[in-house]
């Protein structure tokens, strides 16, 4: 085995290393935020021809404690966790740190009629409707006017 195999073999390992480093701070950045102590809840979204659904998942956390606010494109929802939770969340440093709410803003896919959103809560989960809006208005066809056929 020559020199160049050996350092291609330390280059590879580094090449891992540097990978599942970029993979936990794209899971570091959907799953918590270590500035403002949140958490990110998981959630669903939902669209059909009428209605957006988005659901959230909030373990830990009462009714009374959920904030949400709708646009006509976002959904943000921020809530207190009535006991805090500790975890390690880099291999780097020993320490754990403490996340006490959960924090998330959602872009929609589409515009939404944030006048008239539902919420319901129950056993931790959130379910927020909102209806779709509709833009556009109908084009009326003047009767008056001559159609001329293609030839």
């Known amino acids: 085995m020559s020199n160049d195999d050996g350092d291609e073999a330390g280059g590879f390992g ?3 290393d ?3 480093s970029e993979a936990f701070r794209m899971v570091e950045g959907s799953l918590f935020d270590v500035a403002s102590k949140s958490l990110r809840p998981l959630f669903n979204l939902e669209v059909t021809d009428d209605l957006v659904t988005a659901t959230f998942d909030l373990p830990g956390v009462g009714r009374d404690e959920v904030s949400i606010t709708c646009t006509e494109d976002t959904i943000s929802l921020d809530a207190e966790m009535t006991r805090p939770v500790r975890f390690r969340v880099s291999s780097g440093r020993g320490e754990a740190e403490e996340f006490a709410r959960y924090s ?3 872009m929609l896919p589409v515009r939404v009629d944030q006048d008239k959103a539902t919420a319901r809560f129950r056993n931790g989960i959130v379910i927020v409707k909102l209806p779709r809006r509709r833009e556009g ?3 009326r066809i003047d009767a008056d006017e001559d159609v001329k056929r293609l030839e």
Do not use: Y
């Open 18 to 20: 540097s990978l599942f």
């Open 137 to 139: 208005r109908s084009v």
């Open 104 to 106: 998330r803003k959602v």
């Open 14 to 16: 580094s090449g891992i």
